[in-house]
Structure formats: structure tokens, C-alpha cells
């Protein structure tokens, strides 16, 4: 049968607002990290990455936030537009070994009008 | 950004027949392909890894045997799902990462229908 979903968080925010998304990463070794954009039906997206060896990195518009203390990631939208509405994900991976990228939970971001 | 082509983008098939899916890196040499499935409103779920020219890595919980992968060629990719049945429904999607650097590009993604 169908399994049940899990219902993504989500946030909403107003046009024009900043937006915050947050992810909490499991692997304290990782040492590279990247923040993903999917629309419906889309594969995800790059947006922007970061090395564990910095802690803040900025894009166009958005900029990345890394605390390795406590495993968090988060991404900053400058001025968010209706064109970023969709599910957000953070990805981790060790750029030793396997090299495998270990998937968030991921964030919806609707921007109200 | 690299481009990661995926065909086909949708497929709807009869139980159990089996299915193929591409991946292709178009404009770089992709060492290493990951191939995820997503259910609805949930996160992607590694399925495999898979290196040129050797054998996939599965993950704990999925069927090497159910889930084919090859990957003949550092542009090419394939994930067979065999003898499918409707619980094998979900959105399928590829990624390459090249040698020259960690970035993941993702391909547009499978949406298998089972009936």
C-alpha cells in the first residue's frame, strides 16, 4: 500500500521579507555541504555550497551559515520573491571515503503575496 | 551549472514489466552517479552508488536485484527497475558528480506510475 508522508515543514514569508531556512546535518565529519532548491515534479537544484572549513558564504541573494558546534546549516534569502517558493534541502557529504550525500528533511517556502 | 539529462520523465507501466531509466552527464565526465527515490512531500533516499566501470553500492534496504544499475561509461548511467509493482511508484532521480570537483547536478527526475 501506500506509505504515509512525512509533511515537510514550512515556512511562509512575505514577498520582499528575508527568509531563513534552517537544517540540522547528522554526520559531525562532514566537511562539505550544499543547500538544494526542488520545484514540483523537478529534480533539486544547486544553490550554493560550503566547506566546513568556513562558516559563513555568500551567494546572489542568499548566503550560507555553518555552525559546526552544534551540526546546523542555514540559508538566508535576501528579499525573497515568489520565484523561490518550493522545498528547500541541505546535503552533507565527506569528501573522503565514499563520498555519499545524505539528504535533510527538507523546508517548503511559500512567499505570500 | 553542469547538466544532468534523466529520460524518460514519466513512464507509466503494467505490473510486472521492467523499466529503464538514463542519466547522462552532457558536458562533463561524471566519476561516481547516485540514483534516489522520493516519495511525495518526503526527502531523497539514496538508493545506490554507482562508479564507472565497477559494480553499485546499494544501500541497506534496497534490492540490488529489483533496482539494476550500470554505469558503462562516465557519461551513462542506467537504473532497471525489474518485474515492477505498484509499490515501486515513486519519482526517481539521478545525479553526477565529476572528478574535477564535490558539486552534485541532478538530473529532472523519473515519475514511475505501477498500475
Known amino acids: 500500500g501506500e506509505s504515509v508522508g512525512l509533511h515537510l515543514p514550512t515556512l511562509s514569508v512575505q514577498e520582499g521579507d528575508n527568509s531563513i531556512i534552517n537544517c540540522a546535518y547528522s554526520n559531525s565529519a562532514s566537511d562539505y555541504f550544499i543547500w538544494y532548491k526542488q520545484e514540483s515534479g523537478k529534480g533539486p537544484q544547486f544553490i550554493i555550497d560550503?566547506?566546513?572549513?568556513?562558516d559563513k558564504r555568500q551567494g546572489q541573494r542568499v548566503t550560507v551559515l555553518l555552525n559546526k558546534t552544534v551540526k546546523h546549516l542555514s540559508l538566508q534569502i535576501a528579499a525573497t520573491q515568489p520565484g523561490d517558493s518550493a522545498v528547500y534541502f541541505c546535503a552533507e557529504t565527506l569528501t573522503s571515503g565514499t563520498y555519499k550525500y545524505i539528504f535533510g528533511t527538507g523546508t517548503r517556502l511559500k512567499v505570500l503575496a | 551549472g553542469a547538466v544532468v539529462s534523466q529520460h524518460p520523465s514519466r513512464v507509466i507501466c503494467k505490473s510486472g514489466t521492467s523499466v529503464k531509466i538514463e542519466c547522462r552527464s552532457l558536458?562533463?565526465?561524471?566519476?561516481?552517479m547516485f540514483w534516489y527515490r522520493q516519495f511525495p512531500k518526503q526527502s531523497l533516499m539514496l538508493m545506490a552508488t554507482s562508479n564507472e566501470g565497477s559494480k553499485a553500492t546499494y544501500e541497506q534496504g534496497v534490492e540490488k536485484d529489483k533496482f539494476l544499475i550500470n554505469h558503462a561509461s562516465l557519461t551513462l548511467s542506467t537504473l532497471t527497475v525489474t518485474s515492477a509493482h505498484p509499490e515501486d511508484s515513486s519519482f526517481y532521480i539521478c545525479?553526477?558528480?565529476?572528478?574535477?570537483?564535490?558539486?552534485?547536478?541532478f538530473g529532472s527526475g523519473t515519475q514511475l506510475s505501477v498500475l
Open positions: 560550503i566547506r566546513s572549513n568556513m
Open positions: 545525479s553526477a558528480r565529476s572528478r574535477r570537483n564535490e558539486k552534485l547536478f
Open positions: 558536458d562533463f565526465q561524471a566519476t561516481t
